[in-house]
């Protein structure tokens, strides 16, 4: 006989095995997760432990390199009033080393540069202003590492940032050098004008700067693309993803405060009046695009603590010339991926000034695309393949001059 299961009592088949499975699986699951966790513990560990001591080291660094570069440069006071040439050039050259200490932090944690397009070098003694993309905090720090060995620029380059960066450690050193600290919001742009406009009459040529950075978009992409989007939709501008619409005040400013262009025989444009028979005013804008892999930008927190993996960051360039050529025709805008673009053909004028920048971004949109598809730049006109360099930094360099910062903070503390 089949014995059949009393009334309220499940069938043998249908007991409590289905939902063990799952129980089962979870177990499964949740002791891979412990095994992963244990074996990750010590590679852990050993970030925070480092994260720490690099923190601990930047710290050290900074409480020995600024205030001697205070001290410096208060005691060259008087040579600053006998020869204020010497004293900025002297001024500069410690101030590329702080940046150099900076760059070093990313160096020594496997942040690297790899650069692409025009060697810029070639420019390096004219003057210029860079026009650069912003994605994070860590594109000042990719700078002043890929500048570092190009020649004198970074000695006499002058910063346009925002004004957070005055209250930062740093912020001291960017004032005595002569950096512009500009704040961003609508109700503060033209005061802000007025005031780069002036700066840049009383500080760049006095102290002898040659290169400007400037970050056209006025914030980060990851702030600014929504409104950037809203913004572009609502007037029939380009569609960007990569970078944001920039804003032309700035840019304006400083082409008409430095390009040395004649007019009827007399030089035009801010402090243009001032220039020795050397100068020839700004002769290059240098079209920079920075792109990290994955579209992961670095920030300042991990350049500083150095608990990303190392990466490298993409730095490309493009420099239009400024410089007049009153005998020759440019070549067509299409023809050279190094385009040049004579004064006359930059449009100084606030409407078609903005129409140039924004064809600048379009292209960059454009760069980046390639670059976030292929992991490279697409090569110059004439070109089959694209060329890179990889940026180095001398380690034998950079320990002199570490060397140099704390035996000079050893010295004040002695004479102090």
């Given at each position: ?89 002297i ?16 160096w ?20 210029a202003?860079?026009l ?64 780069l ?25 990851r ?40 007019k ?25 695009t ?37 005998c020759e ?48 730049f ?39």
């Amino acid at each position: 006989m089949t014995a059949t299961p009393r009334r309220g009592t499940p069938a043998p088949a249908l007991r409590s095995r289905p939902p063990s499975a799952p129980a089962e699986k979870d177990r499964t699951e949740s002791n891979v997760r412990m095994a992963m966790t244990l074996e990750e513990a010590p590679w852990l560990g050993w970030l925070l432990v480092k994260a720490l001591m690099r923190f601990a080291f930047m710290v050290a660094n900074n409480l020995v390199a600024i205030p001697s570069y205070i001290c410096y440069v208060i005691i060259l006071q008087p040579l600053r009033v006998l020869d204020s040439k010497r004293f900025w050039y002297i001024e500069g050259i410690m101030y590329k080393w702080l940046l150099g200490m900076v760059a070093s932090w990313g160096w020594y944690a496997g942040y690297t540069v790899m650069e692409w397009g025009e060697d810029i070098k070639a420019v390096s003694k004219d003057e210029a202003v860079m026009l650069v993309n912003h994605q994070a905090t860590g594109d000042v720090c990719t700078l002043m590492m890929c500048l570092q060995d190009k020649g004198l620029v970074v000695a006499q380059m002058m910063w346009l940032m925002d004004h957070i960066f005055k209250y930062t450690n740093f912020g001291i050193v960017s004032l005595v050098h002569g950096d512009f600290f500009i704040r961003q919001g609508r109700s503060y742009r033209d005061q802000q004008l007025l005031l780069l406009k002036k700066h840049l009459e009383n500080n760049y040529r006095s102290r002898d700067r040659k290169w400007i950075v400037l970050f056209p978009e006025g914030g980060f992409l990851r702030k600014r693309r929504e409104t950037s989007q809203a913004f572009a939709k609502k007037n029939n501008l380009p569609f960007l993803t990569n970078v944001t619409l920039p804003r032309s005040g700035a840019t304006k400013i400083i082409l008409n405060a430095l390009v040395a262009q004649q007019k009827n025989g007399s030089p035009a444009g801010g402090d243009a009046k001032e220039l020795d028979s050397k100068s020839k005013g700004l002769q290059w804008i240098i079209d920079t695009t920075i792109a990290y892999p994955k579209a992961e930008p670095i920030d300042i927190q991990t350049w500083i603590l150095g608990y990303r993996k190392p990466t490298v960051t993409h730095v490309h360039y493009r420099p239009f010339s400024l410089t007049v050529f009153p005998c020759e025709r440019p070549q067509p805008l299409a023809t050279t991926l190094q385009r040049i673009f004579p004064i006359k053909d930059v449009p100084l004028e606030t409407d078609d000034l903005t129409t140039w920048l924004y064809q600048r971004f379009v292209e960059k949109e454009d760069l980046l695309s390639h670059f976030y598809e292929t992991g490279a730049f697409p090569p110059s006109k004439g070109h089959k393949e694209a060329v890179s360099r990889e940026m180095t930094l001398s380690n034998m360099w950079i320990f002199l001059i570490q060397s140099f910062a704390f035996l000079s903070g050893y010295m004040w503390l002695l004479f102090w």
